[in-house]
Protein backbone atom coordinates (compact mmCIF):
# COMPACT_ATOMS: atom_id res chain seq x y z
CA UNK A 1 0.00 0.00 0.00
CA UNK A 2 1.63 3.46 -1.28
CA UNK A 3 0.80 5.78 1.54
CA UNK A 4 1.66 9.75 0.97
CA UNK A 5 2.29 11.27 4.15
CA UNK A 6 1.29 14.68 5.49
CA UNK A 7 4.06 14.41 7.76
CA UNK A 8 5.76 11.53 9.58
CA UNK A 9 5.80 10.85 13.09
CA UNK A 10 8.04 8.16 14.78
CA UNK A 11 5.91 5.07 15.98
CA UNK A 12 9.32 2.57 15.74
CA UNK A 13 8.87 -0.08 18.32
CA UNK A 14 5.10 1.06 18.73
CA UNK A 15 2.14 -2.32 18.50
CA UNK A 16 -1.22 -0.78 17.24
CA UNK A 17 -4.72 -2.33 16.92
CA UNK A 18 -6.91 -1.38 14.05
CA UNK A 19 -10.87 -2.85 14.65
CA UNK A 20 -12.55 -2.19 11.21
CA UNK A 21 -8.82 -2.36 9.94
CA UNK A 22 -10.39 -3.55 6.49
CA UNK A 23 -12.56 -0.96 5.85
CA UNK A 24 -11.97 1.67 3.46
CA UNK A 25 -10.92 4.51 5.91
CA UNK A 26 -9.35 2.63 8.47
CA UNK A 27 -6.92 0.71 6.10
CA UNK A 28 -5.45 3.86 5.09
CA UNK A 29 -5.07 4.52 8.67
CA UNK A 30 -3.42 1.56 9.40
CA UNK A 31 -1.38 2.33 6.40
CA UNK A 32 0.09 5.53 7.91
CA UNK A 33 0.68 3.68 11.33
CA UNK A 34 2.83 1.10 9.81
CA UNK A 35 4.69 3.85 7.66
CA UNK A 36 5.58 5.52 10.98
CA UNK A 37 7.12 2.35 12.08
CA UNK A 38 4.30 0.51 14.02
CA UNK A 39 3.85 -2.70 13.81
CA UNK A 40 0.09 -3.03 12.74
CA UNK A 41 -2.42 -5.44 13.43
CA UNK A 42 -5.73 -5.34 11.94
CA UNK A 43 -8.86 -7.07 13.06
CA UNK A 44 -11.49 -7.78 11.37
CA UNK A 45 -14.78 -10.28 11.47
CA UNK A 46 -13.90 -11.39 7.96
CA UNK A 47 -10.03 -12.70 7.99
CA UNK A 48 -9.98 -13.40 4.46
CA UNK A 49 -10.36 -9.37 4.46
CA UNK A 50 -8.03 -8.58 7.37
CA UNK A 51 -5.55 -10.54 5.66
CA UNK A 52 -5.41 -8.93 2.62
CA UNK A 53 -5.39 -5.25 3.87
CA UNK A 54 -2.25 -6.88 6.14
CA UNK A 55 -0.43 -8.09 2.81
CA UNK A 56 -1.13 -4.80 1.09
CA UNK A 57 0.00 -2.71 3.85
CA UNK A 58 3.26 -5.40 4.13
CA UNK A 59 5.61 -6.59 6.76
CA UNK A 60 4.82 -4.39 9.71
CA UNK A 61 1.06 -5.15 9.50
CA UNK A 62 -0.29 -8.77 10.73
CA UNK A 63 -4.64 -9.85 10.32
CA UNK A 64 -6.23 -11.66 13.36
CA UNK A 65 -9.73 -12.45 13.39
CA UNK A 66 -12.38 -10.59 16.20
CA UNK A 67 -15.97 -9.64 16.65
CA UNK A 68 -15.60 -6.29 18.60
CA UNK A 69 -19.07 -6.79 19.61
CA UNK A 70 -18.08 -9.98 21.28
CA UNK A 71 -15.37 -10.45 24.84
CA UNK A 72 -13.95 -13.70 24.31
CA UNK A 73 -13.72 -12.98 20.32
CA UNK A 74 -11.70 -9.76 21.17
CA UNK A 75 -9.78 -11.80 24.15
CA UNK A 76 -8.29 -14.07 22.21
CA UNK A 77 -7.43 -11.81 20.08
CA UNK A 78 -5.95 -9.95 22.50
CA UNK A 79 -3.59 -13.23 23.67
CA UNK A 80 -2.77 -13.83 20.07
CA UNK A 81 -1.41 -10.10 19.50
CA UNK A 82 0.52 -10.29 22.88
CA UNK A 83 2.48 -13.55 21.92
CA UNK A 84 2.95 -12.81 18.06
CA UNK A 85 3.57 -9.36 18.40
CA UNK A 86 3.97 -7.91 22.46
CA UNK A 87 1.52 -5.25 24.47
CA UNK A 88 -0.61 -2.72 22.59
CA UNK A 89 0.62 0.79 22.75
CA UNK A 90 -2.34 2.50 20.19
CA UNK A 91 -5.94 1.57 19.22
CA UNK A 92 -8.25 2.67 17.18
CA UNK A 93 -11.20 1.42 17.81
CA UNK A 94 -12.68 1.80 13.39
CA UNK A 95 -15.39 -0.96 13.58
CA UNK A 96 -19.08 0.35 13.06
CA UNK A 97 -21.47 0.68 10.42
CA UNK A 98 -25.48 1.02 9.80
CA UNK A 99 -27.76 -1.58 8.85
CA UNK A 100 -30.81 -1.54 6.58
CA UNK A 101 -33.26 -2.68 8.98
CA UNK A 102 -32.39 0.43 11.55
CA UNK A 103 -32.40 3.21 8.79
CA UNK A 104 -35.83 4.85 7.78
CA UNK A 105 -37.03 5.21 3.75
CA UNK A 106 -38.52 8.62 4.34
CA UNK A 107 -37.00 11.98 6.20
CA UNK A 108 -39.84 13.09 8.08
CA UNK A 109 -42.96 11.14 8.72
CA UNK A 110 -46.38 11.53 6.35
CA UNK A 111 -43.85 11.94 2.96
CA UNK A 112 -43.96 7.99 1.73
CA UNK A 113 -46.59 5.52 1.54
CA UNK A 114 -46.86 2.64 3.97
CA UNK A 115 -44.54 0.87 1.53
CA UNK A 116 -41.62 2.92 2.79
CA UNK A 117 -40.16 1.42 6.39
CA UNK A 118 -40.95 4.67 8.77
CA UNK A 119 -40.43 5.23 12.09
CA UNK A 120 -42.56 2.92 13.54
CA UNK A 121 -41.63 -0.24 11.08
CA UNK A 122 -37.88 0.03 12.77
CA UNK A 123 -36.81 -3.20 13.80
CA UNK A 124 -35.81 -3.09 17.45
CA UNK A 125 -33.24 -5.98 16.99
CA UNK A 126 -31.31 -3.90 14.08
CA UNK A 127 -31.24 -0.96 16.56
CA UNK A 128 -29.46 -3.09 18.50
CA UNK A 129 -26.95 -4.44 15.96
CA UNK A 130 -26.11 -0.72 15.21
CA UNK A 131 -25.76 0.03 18.80
CA UNK A 132 -23.71 -2.71 19.43
CA UNK A 133 -21.55 -2.32 16.65
CA UNK A 134 -20.81 1.10 17.22
CA UNK A 135 -20.56 1.66 20.78
CA UNK A 136 -20.22 -1.55 22.51
CA UNK A 137 -17.04 -2.96 19.54
CA UNK A 138 -15.61 0.51 20.55
CA UNK A 139 -15.91 -0.07 24.46
CA UNK A 140 -15.43 -3.67 24.51
CA UNK A 141 -11.80 -3.38 22.94
CA UNK A 142 -10.88 -0.68 25.17
CA UNK A 143 -12.15 -2.86 28.09
CA UNK A 144 -9.90 -5.36 26.26
CA UNK A 145 -6.97 -3.99 25.72
CA UNK A 146 -6.34 -0.86 27.32
CA UNK A 147 -5.32 -3.07 30.55
CA UNK A 148 -2.13 -3.39 29.43
CA UNK A 149 -1.92 0.25 27.81
CA UNK A 150 -2.00 1.98 30.96
CA UNK A 151 1.22 3.16 32.55
CA UNK A 152 2.96 2.90 28.71
CA UNK A 153 4.58 6.04 27.51
CA UNK A 154 2.38 6.95 24.81
CA UNK A 155 -0.14 5.20 24.58
CA UNK A 156 -3.53 6.48 23.37
CA UNK A 157 -6.99 5.13 22.09
CA UNK A 158 -8.68 7.06 19.37
CA UNK A 159 -12.40 6.67 18.12
CA UNK A 160 -13.99 7.15 15.11
CA UNK A 161 -17.03 9.03 15.18
CA UNK A 162 -19.36 11.11 12.71
CA UNK A 163 -21.21 14.21 11.73
CA UNK A 164 -24.38 12.09 12.53
CA UNK A 165 -22.99 12.81 16.33
CA UNK A 166 -23.52 16.43 16.62
CA UNK A 167 -26.32 16.58 14.17
CA UNK A 168 -28.61 13.67 13.81
CA UNK A 169 -28.96 12.65 10.21
CA UNK A 170 -32.09 11.98 8.34
CA UNK A 171 -33.36 8.20 8.12
CA UNK A 172 -30.29 7.06 9.94
CA UNK A 173 -31.44 7.08 13.69
CA UNK A 174 -29.93 4.23 15.58
CA UNK A 175 -26.43 5.34 13.87
CA UNK A 176 -26.58 8.61 15.28
CA UNK A 177 -27.43 7.59 18.53
CA UNK A 178 -24.61 5.49 18.67
CA UNK A 179 -21.77 7.78 17.31
CA UNK A 180 -23.36 10.71 19.79
CA UNK A 181 -22.61 7.96 22.13
CA UNK A 182 -19.30 7.31 21.16
CA UNK A 183 -18.46 11.30 21.98
CA UNK A 184 -19.77 10.95 25.31
CA UNK A 185 -17.91 7.59 25.71
CA UNK A 186 -14.16 9.19 24.83
CA UNK A 187 -14.57 12.14 27.36
CA UNK A 188 -15.32 9.65 29.81
CA UNK A 189 -12.34 7.35 29.48
CA UNK A 190 -10.26 10.72 28.84
CA UNK A 191 -11.19 11.68 32.37
CA UNK A 192 -11.13 7.90 33.99
CA UNK A 193 -7.63 7.17 32.54
CA UNK A 194 -5.90 10.38 32.67
CA UNK A 195 -3.86 10.28 35.52
CA UNK A 196 -2.88 6.76 34.03
CA UNK A 197 -1.49 8.41 31.22
CA UNK A 198 -3.82 6.68 29.08
CA UNK A 199 -4.89 9.17 26.09
CA UNK A 200 -8.61 8.81 24.66
CA UNK A 201 -9.31 10.96 21.83
CA UNK A 202 -11.19 10.53 18.70
CA UNK A 203 -11.68 12.06 15.21
CA UNK A 204 -15.03 12.83 13.65
CA UNK A 205 -15.00 12.37 9.80
CA UNK A 206 -16.98 14.65 7.66
CA UNK A 207 -18.39 12.91 4.27
CA UNK A 208 -15.95 11.34 1.97
CA UNK A 209 -15.72 9.89 -1.25
CA UNK A 210 -14.53 6.14 -1.90
CA UNK A 211 -14.22 4.10 -4.79
CA UNK A 212 -16.92 1.63 -2.65
CA UNK A 213 -19.08 4.44 -2.07
CA UNK A 214 -19.03 6.60 -5.31
CA UNK A 215 -22.03 5.16 -7.39
CA UNK A 216 -24.22 5.11 -4.68
CA UNK A 217 -23.18 9.41 -4.57
CA UNK A 218 -23.25 10.04 -7.87
CA UNK A 219 -25.03 9.24 -10.92
CA UNK A 220 -23.09 7.51 -13.99
CA UNK A 221 -22.68 11.27 -15.87
CA UNK A 222 -20.95 11.98 -12.16
CA UNK A 223 -23.50 14.05 -10.95
CA UNK A 224 -23.97 14.13 -7.43
CA UNK A 225 -26.72 12.43 -6.26
CA UNK A 226 -29.82 14.14 -4.35
CA UNK A 227 -28.58 13.19 -1.02
CA UNK A 228 -25.09 14.07 -1.89
CA UNK A 229 -25.96 17.03 -3.04
CA UNK A 230 -27.25 18.01 0.56
CA UNK A 231 -24.48 16.99 1.76
CA UNK A 232 -22.23 19.41 -0.93
CA UNK A 233 -24.84 21.90 0.02
CA UNK A 234 -23.87 21.97 3.61
CA UNK A 235 -20.17 21.96 3.46
CA UNK A 236 -18.55 25.03 3.24
CA UNK A 237 -15.82 23.57 0.86
CA UNK A 238 -18.29 22.17 -1.26
CA UNK A 239 -16.71 18.99 -1.77
CA UNK A 240 -16.29 15.86 -0.09
CA UNK A 241 -13.42 14.41 1.56
CA UNK A 242 -10.47 11.88 0.19
CA UNK A 243 -9.88 9.39 2.61
CA UNK A 244 -6.07 10.31 3.04
CA UNK A 245 -7.31 13.91 4.45
CA UNK A 246 -7.58 11.76 7.87
CA UNK A 247 -4.33 10.75 8.14
CA UNK A 248 -2.92 13.85 9.59
CA UNK A 249 -5.62 14.11 12.39
CA UNK A 250 -5.24 10.30 13.21
CA UNK A 251 -0.87 11.19 13.27
CA UNK A 252 -1.42 14.11 15.34
CA UNK A 253 -3.17 12.45 18.20
CA UNK A 254 -1.21 8.84 18.55
CA UNK A 255 2.19 11.55 18.81
CA UNK A 256 2.86 12.04 21.94
CA UNK A 257 5.42 14.89 21.14
CA UNK A 258 2.58 16.26 19.32
CA UNK A 259 -0.75 15.77 21.49
CA UNK A 260 0.77 14.61 24.96
CA UNK A 261 -1.46 17.07 26.50
CA UNK A 262 -4.19 16.29 24.54
CA UNK A 263 -7.06 14.07 26.29
CA UNK A 264 -11.18 14.04 25.87
CA UNK A 265 -11.54 15.79 22.39
CA UNK A 266 -12.93 14.82 19.20
CA UNK A 267 -11.30 16.41 15.94
CA UNK A 268 -13.69 17.31 13.27
CA UNK A 269 -12.20 16.35 9.81
CA UNK A 270 -15.39 17.75 7.74
CA UNK A 271 -14.72 20.86 5.18
CA UNK A 272 -16.60 22.99 7.67
CA UNK A 273 -19.65 21.40 7.76
CA UNK A 274 -20.16 21.35 11.16
CA UNK A 275 -19.46 24.89 10.91
CA UNK A 276 -22.06 25.73 8.45
CA UNK A 277 -25.54 27.09 10.38
CA UNK A 278 -27.17 26.71 6.92
CA UNK A 279 -27.96 30.53 6.21
Given at each position: ????????????????????????????????????G?Q??????????????????????????A???D???????????????????????????????????????G??????????????????????????????????????????????????????????????????????????????????????????????????????????????????????R???????????????????????????????????????V??????????
Amino acid sequence: MQMKLPYHVDLSGKIAVVTGGSGVLCSRMAGALAACGAQVAILGRNLDKARQTAAEIGGNAQAFAADVTDLSSLNQARADILARMGPVDILINGAGGNRPEATTGDEQYGQAGEAVRDFFQLDPAGIRAVMDLNYMGSLLPTQVFAREMTGRPGACVVNISSMAAYQPMTRVMAYAGAKAAINSLTQWLATYFAKSGLRVNAIAPGFFATEQNRALLFDPEGQPAPRTRKILDSTPMGRLGEPEELIGALLFLVSEEASGFVTGVTIPVDGGFLAYSGV
